[in-house]
């Protein structure tokens, strides 16, 4: 299994870029990274997963070097209400997610 | 309505106590899981299943057991529930994976006191 090294946390205001940066130094061939959020009580939500080079969608960017062994999560102008959990997460997503591992991620702390 | 919802969403019960938690879903994936998350830390995973046939233990089943009744339908029990078994549970469904885009959807979490 891949395992990811993250932050504990972090601070932002409202309106900044936050990029969160995760450590995947023995990811395999086959795995994919991937990045949930996650509200106090409530259920991981699928934020953008990638393989490789980036990945844009409406919520975020995905940044994945060459080598793969680090990826970034890019928050465009965070506002209150992105103030959560984010988990990075590594692993063959043909075999299932059985094998990826939540750690503790990274608190995300955005003020106004 | 949701696409997996977990019944009860708060539960208190008893030491000793059997209880049951309860994942259904409408997105048609064949597979499930069930997760338990303790304050401050990541989702553990508890059992998983591929199939109405295929059970399989996680890294921290003691004291659990599932069934899997339907393709939609899976539950975890406590079958003697014990204080240190107070968390939040989740459970998640997945599709086999396509590569990209490949997720999991998780329930709104079922919060077990055992007191």
């Known amino acids: 299994l891949a395992k990811t090294t993250q932050p504990i946390s972090m601070d932002s205001y409202e309106g900044q870029e936050v990029n969160i940066t995760c450590s995947h130094n023995n990811i395999a061939t086959n795995d994919y990274i991937t990045w949930y959020q996650q509200f106090p009580s409530q259920g991981p939500r699928f934020i953008i997963q990638?393989?490789?080079t980036k990945v844009t969608n409406e919520v975020a960017s995905l940044f994945i070097p060459a080598d793969r062994k680090s990826s970034t999560l890019s928050l465009p102008r965070v506002s209150l209400s992105d103030t959560a959990v984010y988990y990075c997460?590594?692993?063959?997503?043909?075999?299932?997610?059985?094998?990826?591992?939540f750690g503790t991620g990274t608190r995300l702390l955005v003020s106004p | 309505d949701a696409d997996v919802t977990q019944t009860p969403r708060n539960r208190i019960t008893k030491t000793g106590k059997r209880i049951m938690l309860e994942c259904s879903q409408t997105?048609?994936?064949?597979?499930m899981y069930w997760y338990r998350q303790d304050p401050g830390l990541g989702l553990r995973l508890i059992y998983y299943s591929f199939d109405v046939k295929d059970i399989n233990k996680g890294e921290i089943s003691d004291g659990y057991s599932v069934s899997r009744q339907a393709q939609a339908k899976f539950s975890l029990s406590l079958e003697s529930a014990i204080p240190n078994q107070t968390a939040l549970y989740f459970c998640?469904?997945?599709?086999?994976?396509?590569?990209?885009?490949?997720?999991?959807?998780f329930g709104q979490g079922t919060r077990l006191t055992v007191v």
């Open positions: 998640a469904t997945s599709d086999p994976g396509q590569g990209e885009n490949t997720e999991a959807f």
């Open positions: 997460l590594v692993g063959d997503m043909n075999t299932g997610f059985q094998k990826l591992v």
């Open positions: 997105k048609g994936h064949d597979r």
């Open positions: 990638g393989y490789k």
